[in-house]
């Protein structure tokens, strides 16, 4: 038999798995929506890890004041093997019940809303994901809160790594993030002019790449950029081998973790906005079990179940367009 909805009087909030431009936005956004609608929030620190210790205080409109141009999450976020058992989702549901906790909004990515759907599904919590991940791959959404400000922190280093390869006529091998996905690769190769990229999703053919390098450096062209997704492959031991192939030095730059800090650019935040609000209104209207996102300017909302798979990038495409602008 369906669930009888229930009234919402109390909803809790919490950012899980990696952190992302904008998150502190859309918690903002939450938290001032629901207050606005008579509804009061919890924030829950540190994920779901925080949610099965206890870790929670009653927010109120002035808690989240001057957070919306700052990178992070006032709530900190982790991440929690123990709640990916039974045993340990049992522990964050009484929790749960006893901070009188109705319906949650949970701020990340794929993990995460694996996370919220089985609260959603197997314990009757109702619950609503906001896509939160600079990697931009979660089903349901476009555009994901932090990918935007990911793509132009990592430019802006390339932008200046460019200069020096092009002055001392150097190959640079950049790492950037994207374990299982290459959606900022892609976007920092083509916005930054480089010469090649390496992504998860797609097979690379090394002595294809030094061959390439080297008819360019016959023909004059002194200095490459050539940007890894980490997930596709060590950025030191590409250089290493390019090194060894060609005969040409090769600098390495792990751009790591800068990736996912810093302001978040107005597209973040506008979409942060939109996405928070919406699912505080998503729950007063009855409806949980869905993660919201944005198709082209409309709000769109799919199941979590749905939400919880990896999208797929047209990489192939990508790939060629960068390929012919080299």
Known sequence: MPRVARPINRIGVLTSGGDSPGMNAAIRSVVRTAIFRGVEVMGIFRGYAGLIEGELQLLDHRSVSNIINRGGTILRTARCEEFKTRDGQRKAVEI????????????????????AHALDSYWGIPTIGVPGTIDNDVRGTTKT?????????????????????????????????????????????LGGGAEECLIPERKFSLAHMCKDIEDGNKKGKASWIIIV????????????????????????????????????????????????????????????????????????????????QKRKLDVNAFYKLIRIVT
């Open 96 to 115: 749960i019940k006893k901070y009188c906790i109705d319906a949650l909004v949970v701020i990340g990515g794929d993990g995460s809303y694996r996370g």
């Open 145 to 189: 809160i932090g990918c935007d400000t990911a793509v132009h922190t990592a430019l802006e280093a390339i932008d200046k790594i460019r200069d020096t390869a092009t002055s001392l006529e150097r190959i640079f091998v950049v790492e950037v993030m994207g374990r299982s996905s290459g959606f900022i690769a892609m976007n920092v190769a």
């Open 229 to 308: 997704a980490e997930g596709a492959a060590s950025a030191q031991v590409i250089a290493d081998k390019i090194t060894k192939i060609t005969k040409l030095e090769t600098r390495v730059t792990v751009l790591g973790h800068i990736q996912r800090g810093g302001i978040p650019t107005a597209p973040d935040r506008i979409l942060a906005i939109r996405l928070g609000s919406a699912a505080v209104d998503l729950l007063l209207k009855g409806r949980h079990g869905k993660a919201v996102g944005i198709i082209g300017d409309k709000l769109n909302v799919v199941d979590l179940k749905f939400a919880c």
